[in-house]
């Protein structure tokens, strides 16, 4: 390790900085955990709903049915989309021809955009230059187009391993 990073370990382990650190560190592996939990839950309410009780509510015409004190009840979902494989151009033309133009839009592609300012970004940033998005957009753009950045500290594991947590000393914790 280099001695900038030795003063950054040194600096980040005193406390009450490795508190803060333990903290995060079990916070992170906790909520990584209850939603894992919470996935298998939510499919296992997925299979019950859709295998089982929902086909029993459409044969008998049920609509809904409060059970101990819940309201269970047929939610329909629809939606619209256009055919796979079936050309944007081709599909504006059809509901042109049909009277519902209405239904036609032309809208910026913020999430294109979003990518072609992010690149510009990080190549002045692979020239050594620090600078945000907002930075990178031209002028005229800028009364019309909103960029922002938002820091969040997060934590990775390595996949498959077994890392010891960071006060697993001070509680035999693995």
């Known amino acids: 390790?280099?001695?900038?990073?030795?003063?950054?370990?040194?600096?980040?382990?005193?406390?009450?900085?490795?508190?803060?650190?333990?903290?995060?560190?079990?916070?992170?592996?906790?909520?990584?955990?209850?939603?894992?939990?919470l996935k298998q839950e939510k499919n296992k309410l997925k299979e019950i709903s859709a295998d089982k009780l929902l086909s029993v509510f459409t044969k008998n015409g049920i609509q809904n049915i409060v059970y101990d004190?819940?309201?269970i009840y047929i939610k329909r979902d629809t939606g619209i989309s256009v055919v796979r494989g079936v050309p944007k151009e081709k599909a504006v033309e059809v509901l042109k021809?049909?009277?519902?133009?209405?239904?036609?839009?032309?809208?910026p592609d913020t999430s294109g955009l979003k990518k072609y300012f992010t690149e510009l970004v990080e190549q002045e940033a692979a020239e050594g230059k620090v600078v945000s998005i907002e930075e990178v957009i031209p002028e005229p753009l800028q009364p019309i187009f909103k960029a922002f950045e938002d820091f969040k500290l997060q934590a990775r594991t390595p996949r498959g391993s077994a890392a010891?947590?960071?006060d697993s000393e001070d509680n035999g914790e693995v």
């Open 69 to 71: 004190g819940v309201t």
């Open 164 to 166: 010891k947590s960071a």
């Open 97 to 107: 021809a049909n009277n519902l133009e209405d239904f036609v839009e032309i809208k």
């Open 1 to 37: 390790m280099a001695n900038q990073d030795l003063k950054v370990m040194e600096t980040l382990l005193k406390r009450p900085n490795k508190k803060l650190l333990n903290d995060f560190v079990r916070l992170t592996k906790k909520i990584r955990k209850l939603e894992s939990e």
